[in-house]
């Protein structure tokens, strides 16, 4: 390819050809890699004409409107209009019409050419002019509309606070709480899975001993007709919430239905509902055979009620149907058409691979079963409609209970490719890509995580909606949301479905100002607290752009080491910041220690030779070391505790002291996981693995009913919230 194009292109398309790595080297991306990456973006690497035009083409779509599709704006600056014409528009006379959120509408009157020459860009022989013009009206933080006048062009006009939502009671006091994987809670009453009610009960016992929060997994829709890809990081929805979380028994009529009580006190019913519980890791398949039956008859109950107590159910139900709107009929339609087509032929397992007549979902085929298959629609509908229900109990019960921040919920990077989001949206996703991470520490060679990126020009057009969807969604019924991979606002890992491997990819830039600036409307809106997930290779100056923002940092214990190779001092951590041992990512504390990981990633082929695990080895060993050091200079240890790493094991002296020492952090949040209090040793989860392990479904070792007894850890929870009011 001509290497000026090739260099136009890149740019267009916001491509990084220079970065540096995870270890802090420059790294250049190879031609091939770029030219790949040009190539899943949809031009014609083998023929220049083609590729020539189809830029042109993409160009055009921009300069040939004289609006802005969306412009994010600070509240406190002058209010700033560009306008792309035409030299021969140049002087003519436009009329706007801008209309508040509120509905208050002015109109005035501009003409181009008395603004600042901004651009000027001649394309298919048109010279264009891009014209900046300071406006006098003053806008409130919101979302605004500018139109002009007589034509379809309009401008979502977003103005943005510039800042994300912190509590005031952040001044006063530190706070701490719990992080879980909600599908792993155990209990003597939950069929299999945990549910929105173990979380409710999970949440009154940490209320009672003084957490703010209660961490959770990505609670995003999966997919019921397939429920072994149970990925949380992979979901087919981020905007509804996944239904095997549903406390069957909670169901409105559960003990009234006579169809359903037939149904769960069938000897086999309770013979399966009593192995179900006993496995050590979910199986999510068997759990769902359970459940789905019984919510169908519960539905169907629902249905055919008509007394005055179900008029108030079935009114909230039918709000919730119309606030939903196209994107719950959409998932509703996709759940029950994956489920016919599934059944018929297990090559069915999302819509890429169903037959060509059903991909679309305007397509006269896919309607036509919308309408024969109402029912069943209305069904995923009304699980939807539970799901936020028991969610929004649980975090009423967090609020009552004097928890600060309550739920804390996680919004994952992205969703599969088989996801509903795709198929009702396939403009916006590339789906010749896909995101992951340039070679790492956590991931040496590199990772592809599966998950199309979104076309920043895409998002861009749809006036940056998904994005705002995707943030309400998930600031409902929570005090705190996480931000997966929070550099995804700035750039993100594309690779191409051709390179050889991960680190054949490239990072893509995003309008990051823009988005920054809808999360801080959104945050203040839902006053929801935003911690952003910062670990991996973190460009320079991220970390106080999103401190601006007031986005908290994301500080794990295990990387927070000092030039030396020391852990630093939690006292030294940055304030604005949520502090943790580790995530779900890594080793909890027992399996680190007694280094489980690298046994397990030996066994499960993940170390290129004997070489680098022994090299592993060696720098576990010297990292204990530093960390009993550490632990013993902070006297966060008795006095007589071993101050050799040589053949110590963790005992529960160990354990919880780590977990104390953090407690001291001067981070405004700490976060610590509920495995580690019950002192357990297998992983959530193993990066770079799919079945080799069974990832994201690794249960609690023992039933709430039980560690909610232990004497040890209400002592050791009881003592971390006396350190953290005493932190100030």
């Known amino acids: ?346 090559m069915h397992w999302g819509w890429p691979n169903w037959p060509e007549e059903y991909r679309d979902p305007q397509s006269d085929t896919v309607q036509a079963f919308a309408a024969k298959h109402q029912a069943e629609l209305d069904f995923y509908c009304y699980l939807q409609f539970i799901a936020q229900q028991q969610l929004a109990q649980a ?72 994005f705002i969807d995707l943030l309400r969604a998930n600031m409902q019924h929570a005090g705190a949301l996480r931000i997966d991979h929070v550099m995804a606002l700035l750039r993100l890992w594309w690779v191409p479905k051709t390179a050889e491997n991960a680190g054949g990819g490239a990072y893509v830039y995003y309008p990051i100002m823009d988005l920054l600036g809808i999360l801080a409307l959104e945050s203040q809106r839902n006053q929801a607290v935003i911690i952003g997930e910062d670990l991996g290779t973190v460009p320079e100056g991220i970390r106080d752009l999103l401190a601006q923002y007031n986005v908290y940092s994301y500080r794990v214990f295990f990387f927070e080491t000092a030039a030396d190779g020391g852990y630093i001092s939690p006292t030294h951590y940055p304030v604005q910041a949520m502090a943790t041992l580790t995530t779900h990512d890594l080793p909890t504390l027992i399996g680190f220690w007694h280094c489980e990981d690298l046994r397990l990633g030996k066994e499960l082929g993940l170390y290129k030779d004997e070489a680098q695990l022994q090299g592993l080895y060696a720098q576990r060993h010297a990292n204990k070391q530093r960390i009993l050091d550490s632990l013993h200079g902070h006297h966060s240890l008795p006095g007589d505790y071993s101050r050799s790493a040589e053949n110590l094991g963790m005992d529960q002296t160990l354990n919880y002291a780590m977990q104390r020492h953090l407690a001291a952090t001067s981070s405004q949040l700490l976060c610590l996981q509920l495995e580690d209090a019950l002192q357990m040793t297998q992983p959530v989860n193993i990066p770079g693995t799919s079945n080799e392990y069974p990832n994201w479904r690794r249960k609690l070792s023992e039933p709430i009913e039980q560690w909610s007894q232990n004497q040890h850890i209400r002592q050791l929870f009881t003592d971390i919230s006396r350190q953290r009011k005493a932190a100030n």
């Open 1 to 346: 390819m001509d290497a000026t194009l090739q260099a136009e292109l890149i740019a267009f398309c916001g491509i990084e050809t220079d970065f540096n790595d995870a270890w802090g080297n420059p790294s250049t991306v190879t031609e091939q890699h770029q030219l790949q990456l040009l190539a899943a973006q949809g031009f014609d690497i083998e023929d220049d004409e083609t590729a020539r035009l189809q830029l042109l083409e993409r160009q055009l779509d921009f300069w040939q409107q004289p609006l802005q599709a969306v412009s994010v704006q600070h509240v406190d600056e002058p209010l700033q209009l560009l306008l792309q014409v035409t030299l021969e528009q140049a002087n003519t006379e436009l009329v706007f019409t801008l209309t508040a959120e509120n509905g208050a509408k002015q109109v005035f009157n501009l003409t181009p050419v008395e603004g600042e020459l901004v651009q000027v860009v001649v394309l298919d022989e048109v010279e264009y002019h891009q014209y900046q013009h300071v406006l006098p009206q003053q806008l409130t933080a919101g979302y605004h509309q500018l139109s002009l006048n007589d034509t379809a062009f309009t401008q979502k006009l977003i103005i943005t606070p510039g800042q994300c939502f912190v509590p005031q009671s952040f001044q006063n006091q530190k706070q701490w709480g719990i992080a879980l994987q909600l599908y792993g809670l155990r209990s003597e009453r939950n069929w299999g899975i945990g549910d929105f009610t173990d979380l409710s009960n999970t949440v009154k016992y940490l209320a009672g001993v003084g957490a703010d929060f209660i961490g959770l997994n990505p609670i995003h829709a999966l997919y019921p007709a397939m429920p072994q890809s149970a990925s949380p990081y992979s979901p087919s929805s981020r905007r509804w919430l996944n239904v095997s979380y549903i406390d069957v028994t909670a169901m409105p009529g559960f003990s009234l239905c006579a169809s359903t009580q037939s149904l769960v006190t069938a000897p086999a019913f309770e013979q399966q509902l009593s192995a179900q519980r006993s496995k050590d890791f979910v199986d999510y398949s068997g759990v769902m055979q359970l459940k789905l039956p019984v919510m169908k008859s519960l539905y169907q109950w629902f249905a055919g009620q008509k007394d005055s107590n179900n008029n108030a159910m079935s009114n909230a139900f039918k709000q919730f149907k119309a606030d939903g709107g196209t994107s719950l009929q959409q998932l509703a339609l996709y759940d029950a058409l994956h489920a016919y087509l599934y059944q018929q032929d297990s």
């Open 395 to 466: 975090q009423q019960l967090a609020k009552d209970a004097g928890m600060l921040l309550g739920l804390y919920r996680d919004l994952a990077v992205g969703v599969s490719e088989a996801s509903t989001e795709i198929w009702g949206n396939p403009d916006l996703y590339c789906r010749d890509a896909s995101v992951g991470a340039p070679p790492d520490p956590l991931g040496p060679a590199g990772q592809n995580w599966g998950l199309p990126p979104m076309y920043p020009y895409q998002l861009y057009k749809q006036g940056y909606q998904p």
